[in-house]
């Protein structure tokens, strides 16, 4: 088909493979994709052909660029990839949802059950949007037959590290990259909050001082666990992988501390999982994942709270739930000798959509393949000029913040976002995906910009 899909990727790591394979698909079906770092993207959008542009999310920070790609003259369709474990709908709401931004869109990917009936809730939902529970392509990636996909890098990994626990980290929220990105920016000298961060969007300050209470807390208690875990199990390897948006350095300085203590952030962590002897984590959606791909998992809950932690409720659910030390201790031993019995958890068939014969990344792409000739329409002339003007101001705007250390558009911060691609080992990864999907072996990837890449 003459309409391609821009498909925009935010946070690499997560997020690079599962979109590669949603644009593998699509080429398998005649459909060409643009993919690649976001902030590029759309930053280049008035040089990028028009057409169907796939969004992560439709946040108020999302309002501008969709009016310029509604000038533009691509349609645009979404999914909201935080949905899977969220905040309470009320906060939800706040945080991840503008009723300008989802004007501009015509058609919704949900995760399933859950993240449907809670698009619903919102009051302000437009009645065009039609929604779709297709799964999401970062399911797809955990499935039996996407093994293959990971063989080598699991093999590297173990052949490097051996046997190992894995422990993941979610602590963006009071130890972000950049502290601007916290819940709170500073306290003052008597330990009291003071100014609110990025982090905080969306939240009332009564909510986000108990959510900051709450992370902070399990935050100390994890950092503790780190000692305890490499004393009482010093013949056992222990993996550090911190959470993307996280300032890994408070990480290294710990591990310094113990011969079997290490901190890696490499490539995506669904292969980490699949290397390590069990996953331990406080909340975090690797539980899920870890679940899924049938690996045990250790759930460190030493607080419960239904509101501050209301998005860890599914991650703990699939896992081992341990609520102190000793705990953790056992649940671990037990494990690491195999003797754990396994998880079986029906909770899970709420919050995802699985078909065991159609991937969800072919769902998402015969949705859109059945909806590209009657949604794309050419922009008129008008608005294509207008739609260009505001991709230029707002590029020169983007770009003037970049000058900034502190600014997401510094160059320091999207490397982390977003590191240099190679377009050799992309197209290894588009062959390996080929492969599994039964696709021909004629799916090429071609770079057009220093992060945009187009398979086709």
Same mark, same amino acid.
């Given at each position: ?53 796939? +969004? ?15 000038? &533009? ?7 909201? @990839? ?68 990971? %063989? ?19 602590? #963006?929220?009071?130890? +972000? ?13 008597? #330990?009291?909050?003071? %100014?609110?961060?990025?982090? +905080? ?46 300032? /890994?350095?408070?990480?290294?300085? &710990? +591990? ?5 203590? @290490? ?19 406080? #909340? ?65 068939? /709420? ?38 003007? &505001? ?16 600014? /997401? ?13 190679? @377009? ?13 999907? #039964? ?15 187009l398979v086709q």
């Open positions: 088909m003459h309409t391609p899909l821009l498909i925009p990727i935010e946070n690499q790591v997560r997020e690079l493979d599962p979109k590669l394979l949603l644009a593998t698909c699509a080429a398998k079906s005649g459909i060409r994709s643009y993919i690649g770092y976001r902030t590029e993207m759309d930053i280049i959008i008035s040089s990028l052909p028009c057409g169907m542009y796939l +969004a992560k999310s439709f946040t108020q920070r999302s309002d501008k660029m969709f009016r310029i790609l509604s000038k &533009l003259g691509h349609t645009i369709c979404a999914w909201d @990839e935080e949905a899977l474990v969220h905040y309470p709908p009320d906060i939800y709401f706040k945080r991840r949802l503008s009723k300008v931004a989802l004007s501009y869109v015509s058609h919704v990917f949900t995760w399933g059950q859950d993240n449907e009936d809670l698009l619903k809730q919102y009051e302000l939902l437009p009645d065009s949007i039609k929604m779709y529970k297709t799964g999401n392509p970062r399911l797809d990636m955990l499935r039996k037959e996407f093994s293959y996909y990971y %063989d080598d890098e699991v093999k590297n990994i173990k052949t490097q590290h051996g046997d190992f626990v894995l422990i993941n980290t979610n602590f #963006g929220n009071v130890n +972000a990259h950049l502290p601007i990105h916290n819940l709170f920016i500073s306290k003052d000298e008597h #330990g009291n909050y003071q %100014d609110m961060g990025r982090g +905080a969007t969306g939240m009332g300050r009564e909510f986000c001082e108990g959510r900051a209470k709450f992370k902070q807390a399990i935050f100390d208690s994890f950092k503790q666990l780190i000692p305890f875990l490499s004393k009482n199990f010093n013949n056992t390897k222990f993996i550090i992988r911190p959470h993307p948006v996280e300032n /890994k350095e408070i990480y290294f300085e &710990l +591990a310094k501390k113990f011969k079997n203590v @290490e901190v890696v952030q490499e490539g995506n962590v669904i292969p980490w999982i699949r290397a390590a002897k069990i996953l331990i984590h406080s #909340g975090c959606t690797t539980g899920i994942e870890a679940y899924l791909s049938k690996k045990p998992s250790i759930a460190y809950v030493p607080i419960k709270d239904t509101r501050y932690g209301y998005d860890a409720f599914m991650p703990n659910e699939l896992s081992y739930q341990c609520v102190d030390f000793d705990a953790i201790k056992l649940t671990l031993d037990q494990a690491l000798k195999e003797k754990l019995p396994p998880l079986n958890s029906e909770i899970i068939k /709420k919050y995802i959509e699985y078909d065991i014969n159609e991937l969800c990344s072919e769902k998402i792409v015969n949705t859109l393949a059945s909806i590209i000739p009657a949604e794309t329409k050419p922009a008129t002339s008008t608005n294509k000029l207008h739609g260009t003007l &505001l991709a230029n101001k707002r590029r020169f705007i983007k770009r003037l913040k970049g000058i900034s250390p502190k600014s /997401k558009y510094h160059g320091s911060f999207q490397k982390v976002r977003f590191p240099t691609l190679n @377009e050799n080992i992309l197209q290894e990864k588009i062959n390996k995906f080929a492969q599994i999907i #039964g696709s021909p072996s004629n799916i090429k990837i071609k770079q057009v910009s220093p992060h945009i890449f």
